[in-house]
């Protein structure tokens, strides 16, 4: 069945966004946004991203590069021609990757592309749960972005900001994704290595959890641990 | 005196953002931004930019690069990676430097900067009239933009988006120039020249009837017109 209703999805290349595009792949015919800021498994991503727009066959898709908005928030500020006073930092500690408010800048991408391709839907994986409190990862700021979007854009219909996963837990993206086949071994959630995950960041650890409490063994490969280690 | 609130002001190079600029300066230390996204009279822009920063002697200056964003637009999508399918286009005459959704890109690099410098103002010289009903230069829009700011930054105080200028016309806009002593003489409007302006573009004609209605003349250098040629 051909289906009518275009949208935006997120698409990271790690697990959340992969159960996400599944869940928007039901109802609509998506339309895969990934974007490079500079993190350290950046060509990993994109490569999981181009694999997972391979597997659900999607006609169109956008790399957008905002690493140089990545430096706003830290001491390369200079890069972009502002002189930074001593001192002054927003945070002493501020990953490097950290943008302050970025999934604005996410979603202002997704929006002009969906009205220029006329989609009415923006699908974000966001989970409020592992956000460690970034407020622009709260279902209240997407409420709000949406309205924004809704008197921004000169669309028929309002573009909708969904959020499936705003509220799950990591076994539930697990069971889910499982449940609508998403091609979860084509996943890179590792913010460490690019060959084999750690399995020892936050977002290995995580993800590890969820299928841990999902009851089933996660597809793709992991370090081996040395003798001693504790995962 | 020091101001000890600090705000980001939004600068084209144009009449519109110097007035603003000239406002926001009564009350803030205003920082300035500006943003290329690939217009005919970039450079010259920001030579306007450039004056008008040294004018103000403002400390923090950011330069933005949003040229690939102006392609979502336009039929230079393939430059993003993006297939686009024939006659598929958004609009048939749609500008090249056209964004849908552009002052939320704005408004985005905006706020990051303002969470990262500490700022608690934004200032944008959008006006209603002049926008030829782009919804994204309404007044509600950036209402509702504010709300998704406050939503989306961590900061102690809300960011606040101000946008004086929004229901002037270009005759007020000209006399609060003058009485503010905004360096009008050092800004750019003309879409198309760069060394004396058309006087003929709608961005001129526009200045020009601002500068005529409010009795004073414009101080830029304008193109002798032809014989027979009328303004």
């Not at 698409?11 to 946004?33: H, K, M, W």
């Not at 006609?59 to 830290?74: E, F, Q």
Request: aromatic share 8%.
């Amino acid at each position: 069945m051909k289906k009518t209703k275009k949208s935006i999805v997120l698409v990271s290349g790690g697990l959340d966004s992969a159960v996400t595009a599944a869940i928007a792949a039901l109802t609509t015919e998506p339309a895969f946004l990934h974007v490079n800021y500079g993190q350290r498994t950046e060509r990993r991503e994109l490569k999981a991203f181009e694999r997972l727009a391979a597997y659900y066959k999607v006609r169109r898709t956008l790399v957008a590069d905002i690493r140089h908005l990545s430096k706003i928030g830290c001491s390369a500020l200079t890069d972009l021609q502002i002189q930074v006073p001593k001192g002054r930092l927003y945070r002493k500690n501020i990953p490097v990757t950290y943008v302050p408010f970025r999934n604005a800048h996410i979603l202002s991408i997704a929006t002009a592309w969906a009205e220029a391709i006329n989609a009415s839907e923006i699908y974000i994986g966001a989970v409020e749960e592992d956000s460690s409190g970034y407020p622009d990862c709260r279902e209240e700021f997407f409420k709000a972005f949406e309205k924004a979007v809704r008197l921004g854009t000169a669309t028929k219909r309002p573009i909708k900001i969904k959020t499936p996963l705003i509220h799950r837990r990591k076994s539930w993206i697990v069971k889910t994704g499982l449940r609508l086949k998403a091609p979860l071994h084509l996943t890179w959630s590792c913010y460490k290595e690019s060959r084999l995950a750690c399995g020892a960041c936050d977002s290995c650890l995580l993800r590890l959890r969820g299928f841990k409490e999902a009851g089933v063994e996660d597809p793709i490969p992991y370090k081996k641990l040395k003798q001693g280690e504790a995962r």
